[in-house]
């Protein structure tokens, strides 16, 4: 007993440094995994909010303005939220797959045609053309289904 009453501090002292080193490199997988999770709530949540104006059939195009800003500004950063070692394995409840990482470049390339597709409904969005907002945002749609399709796991419940 003593002696783990001795080695308290040092446990402690290592503690700290560990946790030290972990916030250095940045967020733990699992907590990654968490992070990127709301993070695709969100987009999820914009991108309904512009079906929404879409299905009226006359899109209030300051409101399609607001959430492409963040549909665009989210595809942007869609690509840092996939560290190496944030996958299933760090968090169970995840639907990222493996392949994310093992093919890395397909992944970024299906990051990019978001981007390319949510810039696009931006220009739409600080356009006059409501019309012109339900073409844009299928291609949104078809980018997000792309990257789905082959990267994320099918619900499993
Ligand atoms: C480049 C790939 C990629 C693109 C593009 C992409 N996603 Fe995802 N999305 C994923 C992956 C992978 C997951 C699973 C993440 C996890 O569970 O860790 C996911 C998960 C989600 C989830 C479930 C979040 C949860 O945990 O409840 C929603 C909602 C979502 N995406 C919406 C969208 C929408 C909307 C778009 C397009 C505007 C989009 N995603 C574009 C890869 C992508």
Not at 61 to 69: D, K, M, Y
Request: net charge positive; with cysteine; proline share 4%.
């Amino acid at each position: 007993m003593t002696r783990h009453k001795a080695l308290g501090p040092l446990l402690l002292a290592g503690a700290v440094l560990i946790a030290g080193a972990g916030v250095a490199a940045g967020l733990s997988g699992a907590e990654a995994a968490k992070a990127r999770m709301e993070h695709m709530k969100a987009l999820g949540a914009a991108s309904k909010a512009v079906y929404e104006q879409v299905k009226t059939g006359a899109p209030d195009l300051a409101v399609v303005r607001l959430n492409a800003a963040k549909i665009d500004s989210a595809a942007k950063a869609l690509p840092t939220w996939f560290p190496a070692g944030s996958g299933q394995s760090a968090e169970p409840k995840s639907h990222a797959l493996p392949v994310i990482w093992t093919d890395a470049a397909g992944f970024d390339t299906k990051a990019k045609a978001l981007a390319a597709a949510s810039a696009k409904l931006v220009v739409v969005a600080n356009g006059s053309d409501a019309a012109a907002v339900g073409p844009a945002f299928k291609d949104v749609g078809a980018a997000c289904k792309g990257c789905h399709e082959t990267f994320k796991a099918k619900d499993k419940d």
